[in-house]
């Protein structure tokens, strides 16, 4: 029988996990309770082990209802940036627990008096309830400690910090989109930072200059704004799932070409003019990733891949705006505009938002990378050392599940002493060696001017 995979989960594996794990502390909650209550209520160790049984298997029922409880008081308690949170945890989970008591007091308290009344045991109402509270007492004493260390956060930083003027990278620029998904600008040590598109962006691709920005809105379509114009164009209107790889704009900004995967057609847009033109392209665009396309240092002159012969061609743009097509036997020597975005290869796609991945980067023998989820952390690696981590940071959110902690993409800057990387909507700066990590912004989607985020064929 093959194994159920959902996401790169193995179901069985964690299912059967998951049973390892629940039946040594359900038995153990058995024996403990019933031990106890043997010496409250005066009854047979046999028959108190059935009635604890079923007294915690509706305890546990009860908390699939307190752990939506529990996620609602945290969405109060937690902080969303990594070193509130890591402060805060201890508090959060003392009061989830406290929670997780009372609603078990209250269950367990309600089926043990009806456990009584139907085997005829005639037992003091409130020698009940001090049984009860007795023995989860003992239990929690020793299961309450032990979830909270097999579930905290782990991780090896000495020092956060609220900004991150220590930087050795200070005039580094990084490009983001902050909390109102406007494209932004600041420089590592969080100086100068800039409104780049005072509009809702996805996705975007920059010239070198950073005054023409091509970029997906929140309506999903294309535009192109200029800074110095401080004015913004649609382009393209379209439901399709698109990628800036598949979109382009010329050195001057006055044309932009985009090539559609779904329809297999290319399109170029003269910003100025309006003029537009339309083509349908056969054979039809490969990959899961769809066609690539890349302007070159000529207005009039771009080159688009992706086609099933995987032959990249040459695009022309004539005096009267019609397109003419031709094959490149090969890429050497052609110049490609500068510009950088989040381009390149791995994606991700979630309900009405999609986008580049780049939750891995190397620098010498250097890996960073990053995981979302339950798994929600990062990690440094040195090849040399058998990939042991020198570094890591992991939220671990275990059974309780306390925070949706999400983290993002990881990149190293100049060097490898130091990287970026995004967690739960914000830009961290890390100091490897040093062990501390700085908040610089709060936003998300970031880019380095560097050739990881360049625009290539």
């Not at 915690?56 to 902080?79: D, E, R």
């Not at 490969?286 to 080159?303: K, T």
């Not at 052609?334 to 939750?359: A, E, H, M, Q």
């Amino acid at each position: 029988m093959s194994p159920i995979l959902a996401d790169a989960i193995n179901i069985p594996f964690v299912f059967g996990l998951g049973l390892a794990v629940l039946v040594p502390l359900m038995a153990f909650e058995i024996f403990a309770e019933a031990f106890i209550l043997r010496s409250v209520w005066c009854l047979p160790f046999r028959h108190l082990c059935r009635f604890a049984l079923f007294a915690n298997l509706w305890s546990l029922i009860a908390g699939i209802p307190t752990k939506m409880l529990n996620a609602w008081l945290y969405s109060f308690l937690m902080p969303e940036d990594l070193p509130g949170f890591f402060a805060r945890y201890p508090v959060a989970v003392g009061i989830g627990t406290l929670v997780y008591f009372a609603i078990t007091i209250a269950v367990e308290g309600v089926y043990a008096f009806r456990w009584l009344r139907r085997n005829e045991h005639v037992i003091a109402r409130s020698a009940v309830w001090k049984g009860i509270l007795f023995a989860n007492l003992a239990t929690y004493a020793v299961l309450a400690p032990l979830h909270y260390f097999a579930t905290r956060p782990m991780h090896q930083v000495h020092e956060f910090t609220q900004n991150t003027l220590w930087t050795q990278h200070a005039p580094t620029t990084v490009l983001f989109t902050d909390q109102k998904g406007q494209l932004k600008s600041i420089h590592a040590d969080g100086s100068g930072p800039q409104s780049l598109v005072p509009m809702v962006v996805r996705d975007y691709l920059v010239s070198t200059n950073l005054n023409v920005i091509l970029f997906r809105g929140g309506d999903g379509n294309l535009h192109l704004y200029r800074r110095d114009e401080a004015q913004s164009n649609l382009v393209m209107q379209t439901h399709e799932r698109f990628q800036m790889d598949q979109a382009a704009f010329s050195p001057s900004g006055g044309r932009v070409a985009f090539a559609a995967k779904e329809g297999n057609y290319l399109e170029v847009l003269d910003v100025r003019t309006k003029q537009r033109v339309h083509q349908v392209l056969l054979p039809t665009f490969s990959g899961f990733d769809g066609p690539s396309l890349a302007w070159s240092d000529d207005e009039a002159r771009f080159y688009l891949h992706g086609f099933e012969s995987n032959s990249p061609v040459v695009v022309a743009i004539q005096q009267d705006m019609t397109l003419k097509i031709a094959s490149l036997e090969s890429t050497n020597g052609i110049t490609l505009l500068p510009c950088f975005g989040r381009v390149g290869k791995g994606g991700w796609y979630g309900s009405d938002d999609w986008g580049r991945s780049y939750n891995q980067d190397t620098c010498g023998k250097l890996q960073v990378w990053t995981e979302p989820g339950l798994g929600s952390g990062l990690r440094i690696t040195r090849e040399d050392e058998d990939r042991a981590p020198i570094l890591y940071l992991h939220v671990n959110p275990g059974l309780l599940h306390i925070a949706h902690f999400y983290f993002g993409d990881a990149a190293f800057l100049e060097g490898g002493s130091e990287c970026l990387f995004e967690a739960n909507g914000y830009i961290y700066v890390l100091d490897i060696q040093a062990k501390r990590v700085g908040t610089l912004a709060r936003g998300d989607r970031f880019i380095l001017l560097t050739d990881r985020y360049q625009k290539h064929l």
